[in-house]
């Protein structure tokens, strides 16, 4: 199997002892690994450093840069493509050939940034169906960056940054393969998670500027979703109809009632601090 010797991979990580052994095993044929550990205080960096990776400290000082602008300033990358995972993703079989094959072309010089589709896990299963989350991943440290969109004042999201994608002035690409979304912790994880998030969505729909600001750095689908009225609703009807998730089972079903339901709290949490803040 060719080495992939000129992207480097950034494995963003705060206690994720459950998960990054999996994903450490899955970028072996990189040669060029870091992980950027916010002071983890499990065996995060214990299990990183068994694998031969390269760690990188990172403490948030509250301002920007957050997290994954930092470590593409910071982190000390070989190589200037660089693969941003969380530590529970890693590439598919098919994405590391597709990879190890982009390397070598010259089309390269065309582009700032590479979107990856998600092949999300969820209930316990894979979700091959339904609702597909994209991300701008694979990206060029020097001709793509993270937007500094003045939200350090919202709830929920903290030191990295939120759901909105990387800008660049050059070309955008997308693989064919995907990125598995391998998420170990319990399902309640998941809620919680979210709940933090619809605080900093509801947050961003009060204060209109800063989130038409922000819906300005999503996906042309995520700005789609974010006019749609009676989105919960809607949304399922999407993931659970439109796109199939129904041939997932249980897990396609219960993923598409636990989104709507986000979009929900985020409708409920905005109208809330619209009330409070009268």
């Given at each position: 199997?060719?080495?992939?010797?000129k992207?480097?991979v950034?494995?963003?990580?705060k206690n994720?002892e459950?998960g990054i052994?999996?994903?450490?095993n899955?970028?072996n044929?990189?040669?060029?690994?870091?992980?950027?550990?916010?002071?983890?205080?499990?065996?995060?960096?214990?299990?990183a450093?068994q694998h031969?990776?390269?760690i990188?400290?990172?403490?948030w000082?509250?301002?920007?840069?957050?997290?994954?602008?930092w470590?593409?300033?910071?982190a000390?990358?070989?190589?200037?493509?660089?693969l941003?995972?969380?530590?529970d993703?890693?590439?598919?079989?098919?994405?590391?050939?597709?990879?190890?094959?982009?390397?070598?072309?010259?089309e390269l010089?065309?582009?700032?940034a590479?979107?990856?589709?998600?092949l999300?896990?969820f209930g316990?299963?894979?979700?091959?169906?339904?609702?597909?989350v994209t991300?701008?991943?694979l990206v060029?440290?020097?001709r793509a960056?993270?937007?500094?969109?003045?939200?350090l004042?919202?709830?929920?999201?903290?030191?990295?940054?939120?759901?909105?994608?990387p800008?660049?002035?050059w070309k955008?690409?997308?693989?064919?393969?995907?990125?598995?979304?391998d998420?170990?912790?319990?399902?309640?994880?998941w809620?919680?998670?979210h709940?933090?998030y619809?605080?900093?969505?509801?947050?961003?729909?009060?204060?209109?500027?800063?989130?038409q600001?922000?819906?300005?750095?999503?996906?042309?689908r995520g700005?789609?979703?974010?006019?749609?009225?009676?989105?919960?609703?809607?949304?399922?009807?999407?993931?659970y109809?439109?796109?199939?998730?129904?041939?997932d089972?249980?897990?396609?079903?219960?993923?598409?009632?636990?989104?709507?339901t986000?979009?929900?709290?985020i409708?409920?949490?905005?109208r809330?601090?619209?009330?409070?803040?009268?």
């Amino acid at each position: 199997m060719k080495r992939i010797s000129k992207i480097s991979v950034i494995i963003l990580t705060k206690n994720e002892e459950a998960g990054i052994q999996t994903t450490l095993n899955r970028v072996n044929r990189f040669d060029d690994v870091i992980v950027v550990d916010s002071n983890s205080e499990d065996r995060t960096r214990a299990i990183a450093a068994q694998h031969g990776a390269e760690i990188t400290e990172f403490t948030w000082n509250k301002r920007y840069p957050k997290k994954k602008q930092w470590s593409l300033e910071n982190a000390p990358i070989r190589n200037r493509w660089v693969l941003l995972l969380d530590a529970d993703e890693y590439p598919s079989p098919g994405m590391l050939e597709e990879l190890a094959a982009l390397q070598e072309s010259a089309e390269l010089d065309r582009y700032g940034a590479f979107d990856i589709s998600l092949l999300y896990k969820f209930g316990g299963r894979f979700l091959r169906h339904g609702h597909t989350v994209t991300k701008r991943s694979l990206v060029h440290a020097d001709r793509a960056n993270f937007p500094e969109v003045d939200d350090l004042m919202a709830p929920g999201i903290r030191e990295v940054e939120g759901h909105y994608q990387p800008e660049t002035g050059w070309k955008i690409g997308r693989l064919k393969s995907r990125l598995f979304h391998d998420d170990k912790d319990p399902v309640s994880s998941w809620f919680d998670r979210h709940n933090r998030y619809s605080d900093w969505e509801a947050y961003l729909r009060l204060h209109k500027a800063l989130g038409q600001t922000i819906d300005g750095k999503r996906s042309a689908r995520g700005r789609i979703f974010a006019k749609i009225p009676l989105k919960p609703a809607a949304f399922f009807l999407y993931s659970y109809l439109l796109r199939a998730g129904f041939l997932d089972g249980r897990a396609g079903f219960d993923y598409a009632i636990a989104l709507s339901t986000y979009y929900w709290q985020i409708g409920v949490k905005t109208r809330e601090m619209a009330r409070v803040s009268r």
